[in-house]
């Protein structure tokens, strides 16, 4: 297979979500990118940083909504060097600073969420996500005498994966249905959930239905933690831009056959949602826990605002 081959293999898995989770999807792009320009040795600096600005739209186009992966690939293809070779280790050396740190960031943000985590705590999660699962895990290994409920996160069911890293863990773990969320809620103590972006008014946008567990526990006064990489922060959003929602197909949903014999009807599947701020109690990063209304100054002190928008 050649390097473009690669990079667009990358890419298909990170659309097809063989490669999921905003960090997963992240560090897998900052190395495709990485292993692509170290093919092109031979260049013209000119035809070199076209190939680059190519490779990274393939990258970041598979996905529109955690802004982990743009910002993953902004990260790794800056650099400032006038000739091909420097520019490869520049772009070398900044996919293994942000693999380094993010593979970091979630032993940091384990230890630093699971101080917020008691003995005897029930905690309810969705999805599956790599971040929230590391302060659960940590919370655990420290003796605390925890149970998870996790809902099965229709519609592809990352649930499944949680409830089975959670039971190799040793973790004792309730599967529920989405939609049993607002019922199980008063027998939780709080809600630990991952990030694909939090804006720069704190929002947090995370797996469809994510929006639904915030407001039930803030009717039944259950905090509301996110464990979020810095990184997962938009630096878009300081804008004013919006955040894309993902819509997928349909064949997630519904089986195509099925689908064909009802004319009138049609389906939606946005992937993810929108927790206003307010929802929000804590976000837990490798650097921190900070409240919703600071998400201004994560970005603009841990990512830095000259990022690429
Ligand atoms: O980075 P980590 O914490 O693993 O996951 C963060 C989020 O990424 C996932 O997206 P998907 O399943 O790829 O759509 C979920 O929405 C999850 O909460």
Do not use: W
């Not at 999805?127 to 005498?145: E, P, R, V, W, Y």
């Not at 773990?173 to 804006?199: C, F």
């Not at 946008?205 to 464990?227: C, F």
Request: charge should be negative; charged fraction near 25%; hydrophobic fraction near 45%.
């Amino acid at each position: 297979m050649d390097a473009k081959e690669d990079l667009n293999t990358t890419a298909e898995k990170i659309k097809t979500m063989e490669i999921r989770g905003a960090g997963r999807i992240a560090v897998a792009a900052s190395a495709a990118l990485r292993d692509y320009v170290m093919t092109l040795k031979s260049l013209p600096m000119s035809e070199f940083n076209v190939k680059l600005e190519e490779a990274a739209k393939i990258l970041v186009d598979t996905r529109p909504t955690a802004v982990s992966l743009p910002n993953a690939v902004a990260l790794t293809k800056r650099h400032s060097a006038n000739n091909v070779y420097d520019a490869i280790d520049e772009i070398a050396k900044n996919a293994e600073k942000f693999i380094t740190n993010a593979e970091q960031a979630l032993g940091k943000i384990g230890k630093i969420g699971a101080e917020r985590i008691h003995d005897g705590d029930v905690i309810m999660t969705h999805c599956n996500s790599h971040a929230a699962l590391s302060i659960i895990k940590t919370a655990f290994d420290q003796g605390k005498d925890i149970s998870v409920i996790a809902t099965e996160s229709r519609p592809r069911r990352q649930g499944f994966i949680t409830i089975r890293e959670l039971n190799d863990y040793g973790i004792p773990t309730t599967l529920i249905v989405d939609s049993a969320v607002r019922l199980t809620m008063k027998e939780v103590d709080l809600v630990v959930v991952g990030a694909d972006s939090i804006t720069v008014n704190g929002a947090l946008i995370n797996k469809i239905g994510t929006s639904q567990l915030a407001m039930a526990a803030q009717e039944a006064r259950k905090n509301v933690i996110v464990a979020a990489e810095t990184y997962k922060f938009s630096p878009r959003t300081l804008l004013g831009e919006m955040v894309e929602i993902e819509d997928r197909s349909s064949d997630e949903v519904i089986d195509a056959d099925i689908l064909k014999e009802l004319p009138n009807v049609k389906v939606r599947n946005p992937a993810f949602d929108v927790t206003p701020a307010e929802y929000i109690d804590l976000i837990i990063t490798e650097v921190g826990a900070f409240p919703p209304a600071m998400a201004f100054t994560i970005l603009r002190d841990y990512l830095g605002l000259e990022i690429e928008v």
